[in-house]
């Protein structure tokens, strides 16, 4: 079993940037995907990025250019890197793990993309 924590959401203008990060509570390293979702308001959640632990990268089509994934194993955590934000982008952005059957969620951190 694995905890994850979001942290780094907040209110940012459009075309800024953030970096959010989710921290796990036990190693990462032989977790097969770990991976971003973000859910906007009247809206089902949705994939945003996801990274293996062979350091493969997908990313949703409205992302792509502008948002990295990566993972620290030393570090226990995942970040995604966020720039040229779009009001579009506002939505609770959560952690995802997925390995060997088991799906693991954070509770999500908000991210509001505003003038």
């Known amino acids: 079993q694995v905890q994850l924590v979001e942290s780094g959401g907040g209110l940012v203008q459009p075309g800024g940037s953030l970096r959010l990060s989710c921290a796990a509570s036990?190693?990462?390293?032989?977790?097969?995907?770990m991976g971003w979702y973000r859910q906007a308001p009247g809206k089902e959640r949705e994939s945003v990025a996801t990274?293996?632990?062979?350091?493969?990268?997908n990313y949703a089509d409205s992302v792509k250019e502008r948002f990295t994934i990566s993972r620290d194993n030393a570090k226990n955590t995942v970040y995604l890197q966020m720039n040229s934000l779009k009001p579009e982008d506002t939505a609770v952005y959560y952690c995802?793990?997925?390995?060997?059957?088991?799906?693991?969620w954070g509770k999500g951190t908000l991210v509001t993309v505003s003038s």
């Open positions: 995802n793990a997925h390995n060997l059957g088991m799906v693991y």
């Open positions: 036990r190693t990462i390293f032989n977790i097969a995907v």
């Open positions: 990274i293996t632990n062979g350091g493969s990268t």
